[in-house]
């Protein structure tokens, strides 16, 4: 226990300090909101009604930019083989990983939500409805994500590919997300039932993610 | 004769290469007679000749899942029994299913034009099966992303059984996406029982194309042997010193 709480303070404390780059995410999320209305144009009626799935792409897209670094700083210097090695279960390790991760990159993205949310033209429950889908949806596409990382690292093969594996993955999240949002906002539908199905969708990749990255990095790490 | 034994990849090639030319002539005839069936088929009454599209469409569908099973299954042969041919049926597997799904794809937007008056609806079924050619097209690229085919055997055996466990999640989110988006679709599939003058012809084709999927798998696995055996020859005159 006291290994993977380490596990997840170095990893967090990497994150934060210069080089980390984990705040480059919100930097992204921040960008790609404020390019949106550039594309579709100033007509904040059309802003509102796209808001959130203008906000979950974002997300999305930003957390996609960040799963780079989950392994491959450590694959580097030498770490990931002494994890990898280490008495720690993989999967339990690779878990903490990902929620270090998450602490670092993902949560940063719904706390910026309010603020984007100003730029799109989102009232208060709107806007906390989105906050609250991407809380419960961004630890999905981390865990989910996580796989795609390992297998990148193994490979030494980043960047495009990853985007091109992980992205099919991640659209049941996306669907939940934006469905659980428009519910809250206009939809017909009441808002319980997409976002318990998007709490499963997490819940479920927190069991397929660690597992799956896990035997990734043992049968590729040779 | 077990799956054992096929282990070894020159009985492997001296076994396919008996079967293959009987295999090619039972695909070549089965298809011939499901063609003709299909040709000979009456026209609905409502959808008039375009109906025969059915016979290519319906079998390329069914065969762009049950490849992903066949890769699935393989991929389970490369983590869990590291058998030697495993990642070679599953590497060949791969452009064929995307083979099949993307003419299950361009049939279906060619029968979409006349019945529904568009080449693509965002209805369920395309979606998913659109979904389902870009995770193909991804697999692909994994295989020719890395030079070493056993690393990456394994990658790519990962990423399939996450894609297969993931594969019935996605198609329920896609269903359910577009019940909320436009709950009446243009398409009722299922909907009037098929009548026998189509269903003989199509289950014919759906054979026919099956045997299809066995021939072109088994010659590209053998082609993907012989490949990896050129390599090693390379690679072995490649290290040797220079005399």
Known sequence: MTALAALIRRDIKIALRVGGGALIGVLFFLTVTVL??????????????????????GALLASLLTLDRLFTADHDDGSLDLIVMGRTPLELACAAKALAHWLAAGL???????????????DASATAAVALTLLVGTPALTFTGMIGAALAVTLHRGGLLLAVLVLPLSI???????????????????????????????LVSFVIGPFAAAASLRHGLD | ????DLANPTKFLSLTARVLPWLAGATAIVLLIGLYQSAMAPDDYQQRATVKIMFIHVPNAWLSMFVWGVMSLSALGTLVWRH??????AKAAAPIGAAFTFLALVTGSLWGKPMWGT????????TSVLILFLMYLGLIALWRAVDDPSRAARAAAILT????????????SVDWWNTLHQPASVMRMGGPSLDKAFLIPLLVMAVGFSLLFVTLHLAAMRNEILRRRVRALQMMQASKPAA
């Open chain 1, 172 to 202: 049941p999240v996306l669907i939940f997300g934006v469905a659980a949002s428009q519910a809250a906002i206009s939809g017909p539908l009441s808002f319980g039932t997409p976002f318990s199905i998007l709490c499963a969708l997490s």
């Open chain 2, 84 to 89: 030697p041919l495993a990642d070679v049926a």
């Open chain 2, 119 to 126: 080449y693509w609806e965002w209805d369920a079924r395309l």
């Open chain 1, 108 to 122: 940063p993205l719904v706390i910026a939500t309010p603020v984007l949310g100003l730029l799109l033209n989102l």
């Open chain 2, 161 to 172: 059984l996450v894609g297969a466990l993931n594969l019935p999640i996605i198609k329920f």
């Open chain 2, 1 to 4: 004769m077990t799956l054992l």
């Open chain 1, 36 to 57: 949106m209305p550039f594309a579709i144009g100033p007509d904040l009626a059309l802003l509102t009604r796209l808001g959130p799935a203008i906000l979950w792409l």
